[in-house]
């Protein structure tokens, strides 16, 4: 396989990917605290609809930077492994660790192995593991997703291509309405595993991903034409862009007013649902908009910056759940009494900066990869 060329806005947008994560979690500790005010309902409902492109952009990333390198045949073993090595046994490691941290009443330890074993298929370990255990799906299946595509690709006409890929864009819109449907049908079934996946698990069930992935696929088959084509008409989508945010808002703020009184709830912002869709596209392609200008125009240190944090997205991912309870626990200790609002967003600093380091140091040892999916750094040459 051949070498590409390094494509800077990857890691621009693996940064704000994992910003917009920890900004997410720090929301959903303080957002519902008893003494969140109407103000600070909406202040964090800005800054939710603002951080909610993290997840889809990450997908995203995944799919770009898989089609973008892979072109040819690919060995599925070899491919295999070395996602394994680089994804899966940092988050089973991770997964362990965090139910040991945060497990419940001591239990024998065969039943505790089982339930540890669980966390690790199902994602559940944490409230963000969820997300691998999704996307590590999106890797076994894409030699056989790369080789379909490809033979798609080289059999349609253009036009025949953007077609398909506007039904398959319409048709994961309505896809996302029939979530609950397709659940009560899995459960009568009674199929294992397929049956939890499409119900239980049918949150990080991959299939309710796929547009992000696909759109991922498309922008790594043709990077610059791609970017043409955004900047080209970059007015027009960052005005769709903030069009439907502002929409958005209105139906999370109205959603405050209940029979019961003001309840301070995002349910409007859950990921796999029509409107949600449809604002989610719109938001990774506003997040590949502001990477392709900071590229072409930003300063040196913002570029560094960014590309720093984007490379150890994934294991500050990872550790990030972790360091949030320093990170609140911190912010309370030293500003207790300040505003909801100013908390959320010292507590999402000082995790930033807690979870980076960790992966930073974790990075430095020869067992880094284990715990970090970094790859510990060489020896020189004598």
Known sequence: MAKQ??????????GFAFLAVVLQHAIGHYAYLPEASLQDGVML????????????????????????????????GAFVWKR???????????????????????????????????????????????YVAMVIQL?????????ALLRIRQVCKPWQLIVGFGLLTIAYVGLTDQVSVIS????????????SLFSEYADR???????????????????????RRIMSWKAGWISLYVLISVVLLYK????????????????????????MAVFLILSVIAMSIATVVIQQSAADWTKRMLTFLGHYSYSAYLAHALMLNAATYTADFLFPGWNVSVRTLIAFIICTWLSVGLAVLLSRFRIGRLLSGVPAPRKSAA
């Open 5 to 14: 060329a390094k494509i800077e806005e990857i890691q621009y947008m693996r």
């Open 45 to 76: 409902a800005v800054l939710l609809i603002a951080a909610k492109f993290a997840v889809p952009l990450f997908i995203f990333i995944t799919g770009l930077v898989l089609f973008y390198n892979y072109r040819g045949d690919i060995p599925y």
């Open 84 to 130: 394994c090595k680089d994804i899966v046994l940092p988050y089973v490691v991770w997964s362990i660790v965090y139910a040991l941290v945060f497990r419940g009443a001591p239990v024998p330890f065969w039943t505790e192995t089982k339930q540890i074993f669980l966390y690790i298929i199902t994602g559940t370990a944490s409230y963000h593991t969820w």
């Open 139 to 147: 890797y076994f299946l894409f030699p056989l997703i790369q080789k």
């Open 184 to 195: 009560n049908i899995a459960v009568k079934l009674h199929i294992p595993i397929l049956s």
């Open 205 to 227: 069930n991959a299939l309710y991903f796929y547009l992000y992935f696909l759109m991922g696929a498309v922008v790594g088959l043709n990077f610059e034409g791609w970017k």
């Open 252 to 275: 999370i703020t109205a959603s405050f007013q209940t029979n019961s009184g003001l309840i301070i709830q995002y349910n409007d912002t859950t990921l796999v649902q029509p409107f």
